[in-house]
């Protein structure tokens, strides 16, 4: 109950296409959903982040979309780009995110092709 | 403002020694946090510190352990190290211990030989 399913493992887009990597989870007591991006020898970084009261998120080219009944969520990246290229984490952690531990997804490497 | 500082960045060690690994949070952040990062497990939350104390721990033998300074900075131990402990090990700081305020180093990256 503890985990965050993600997938794909990994993904290769062309330049300008739309990456999407999805996640689930199954302990309803998970209430804050942040994405992190990792670039080689570096630690992640958070990307964009969502709580289940809305449906989704923009933020520039990234979009999280939640559907609190499925408990699923994703992380849509439009127009991608070559320095978009690295690994992309799905998480969660209950209390709002104020507390405790984040429980990460296995990652997605995404390479965007010029 | 300056980031969180790991060091060493890399280290390689035998099976059966100890290491100690060390993070230094933004200035003013109180919280220090832990993962480990494999390419099997993917990142794994080890043990969260505040004020000094133990606040939150993973599920990972006692072998792993850590503690924290009066000036917030923080040391996580392994003793009797095994193949499997090689990872990336990764610290986070944050003001209050709120994981959305999170920033992480860039790691420790121990192999055990």
């Known amino acids: 109950q503890q985990q965050v399913k993600q997938s794909p493992q990994s993904l290769i887009v062309q330049k300008g296409g739309i990456s999407i990597i999805n996640c689930a989870y199954e302990n309803t007591a998970f209430d804050y959903f942040p994405w992190y991006q990792q670039f080689p020898g570096k630690g992640p970084a958070l990307l964009i982040a969502?709580?289940?009261?809305?449906s989704e998120k923009k933020e520039g080219r990234f979009t999280i979309s939640f559907n609190k009944s499925a408990k699923q969520f994703s992380l849509h990246i439009m127009d991608s780009q070559p320095g978009d290229s690295a690994t992309y984490f799905c998480a969660a952690s209950p209390y709002g995110g104020s507390q405790g531990n984040l429980i990460f997804g296995k990652g997605t490497k995404l390479s965007v092709k010029p | 403002k300056a980031g969180v500082t790991q060091t060493p960045r890399y280290l390689i060690k035998t099976r059966g020694q100890q290491v100690t690994l060390s993070c230094s949070p933004i200035s003013g952040h109180r919280s220090v946090s832990w993962y480990q990062q494999t390419p099997g497990q993917g990142l794994q939350f080890l043990f969260e510190y505040f004020s000094e104390t133990q606040r939150n721990k993973g599920n990972f033998p006692g072998r792993f352990s850590g503690r924290q300074f009066s000036n917030s900075r923080s040391e996580m131990n392994v003793s009797t190290l095994e193949l499997g402990d090689s990872a990336l090990y990764l610290c986070?700081?944050?003001?209050?211990?709120?994981?959305?305020?999170?920033?992480f180093g860039s790691g420790t990256r121990l192999t055990v030989v």
């Open positions: 969502i709580r289940p009261d809305v």
């Open positions: 986070a700081s944050s003001l209050t211990g709120s994981n959305y305020g999170y920033t």
